[in-house]
Structure formats: structure tokens, C-alpha cells
């Protein structure tokens, strides 16, 4: 698994989405097939299960179950339900079929806590949570380039978790959105800016 797919938070290991794809297919992916098992409503809290099955060139099979609901994917991901359900299951699938025990980012019950509009946030101050409580903001300590005095660069794989997030959290545009919050490029973002902004979009292991 290369290493721009590889993110560690809080941690824990995770490995994208994307780079489970990417080693299944450097190790000879035949295709991905999903079945819906159920189909959300009310009367099962809106819960879709799907099953996603991954055969490799060799004749390998690997399967995998995904579930997705309101209550464990943030609110702009609710009209997704099912979609998120699938990519959970292929994931999972992906994950027995090249052997990466780290749990995908996607797998993880996202909450929505979005950033605010103005960064940076306040020092030494607390951040408001969703659900009422809160929790205090780290000091950004930047790390400096070292031919340099200006703050290192973010890492590919600070950008490339943030843009997942930015898709996961907001859709299709979710990218475009975080870079107007955040008011330029994440390709421009220092690593402390990019850290900063990951543990925003990132749910906190005592909300999973």
C-alpha cells in the first residue's frame, strides 16, 4: 500500500478507500460486484445493507457487508444512504482481498462536524461540537521546511484524506466547497493548516 493512502489519526491507522482500490488492482482485480440486501425505509430506521463481492484474476473471492443510516454518516450524506452503504461493503471486500487489516476512512460512523466558516479557528479556545459538549482547539505548531523558514507544505496524503473527507461530508462539489471555506487550494495548505482542518472533519473516537 502506498503511502499517500495511508493516514494516521489519533493514533489509528487508516487506510482510503482509493488505495485499496489501487493495490486490488496492482494485484489483479477482476471486478467488484454489490446486492442491496436491504432497502432503507422507516420501519428498519433507514438502514441500508449492501454486500459487495471482489474477485481477483486468480478466481479469489472476497466478500464483504456495509450498512449505512442517518444516525452514522453526516447530514449531507443522508440522501446517500445507500451509495455509502456500498462503498463501506467494497471496502471491507477490498480490505480481506489484499490483506490490510487497517480500517478505511470510509468504514468509520462520520459525524458532520464541519469547520467554521473563518480559519484559523481561536486559539486556547474551545470549539462547539454538534451535539452540545465541547472540546478545546490544539495550538497550531507549524513545521518548517527545512531549506527554508516558511511552513512545510501539507503531505499528499494530507490532501488526499482531506479531499475524501470533503467528498464524503459535502458530495460531488465537496472539494470546490472546502476550498472556498478555507479560502485557497488544499494543495496550498501548511501541514499544521492541513492537520488542523483533518481533525475537524474527522469525528472524534468517542462519536463512533
Not at 65 to 77: K, L, M, S, T, Y
Not at 183 to 195: F, I, M, P, W, Y
Amino acid at each position: 500500500m502506498r503511502d499517500e493512502f495511508l493516514i494516521t489519526r489519533q493514533g489509528k491507522q487508516y487506510v482510503l478507500f482509493a488505495g485499496l482500490l489501487d493495490e486490488a488492482h496492482s494485484r489483479g482485480l477482476s471486478g467488484i460486484d454489490t446486492e442491496l440486501l436491504q432497502v432503507p425505509d422507516e420501519s428498519n430506521g433507514n438502514t441500508a445493507i449492501v454486500k459487495a463481492t471482489v474477485t481477483m484474476e486468480d478466481g479469489r473471492t472476497f466478500s464483504g457487508i456495509g450498512d449505512a443510516n442517518p444516525e452514522n454518516v453526516a447530514r449531507n450524506i443522508t440522501p446517500h444512504i445507500i451509495r455509502m452503504a456500498e462503498t463501506r461493503a467494497k471496502a471491507r471486500a477490498l480490505r480481506d482481498a489484499v490483506n490490510v487489516g487497517a480500517t478505511a476512512l470510509e468504514e468509520l460512523s462520520d459525524g458532520d462536524d464541519a469547520p467554521p466558516a473563518s480559519f484559523p479557528p481561536p486559539r486556547g479556545r474551545e470549539s462547539s461540537r454538534p451535539d452540545g459538549r465541547n472540546r478545546p482547539v490544539r495550538p497550531v505548531e507549524e513545521a518548517k521546511d527545512e531549506r527554508s523558514s516558511r511552513p512545510a507544505a501539507a503531505r499528499p496524503s494530507q490532501i488526499n484524506l482531506l479531499r475524501t473527507l470533503a467528498v464524503e461530508l459535502r458530495g460531488e462539489n465537496g472539494v470546490e466547497r472546502l476550498e472556498q471555506r478555507i479560502g485557497k487550494s488544499l494543495t496550498e495548505l501548511t501541514r499544521a493548516e492541513a492537520d488542523e482542518w483533518i481533525d475537524r472533519l474527522t469525528p472524534a473516537d468517542e462519536d463512533r
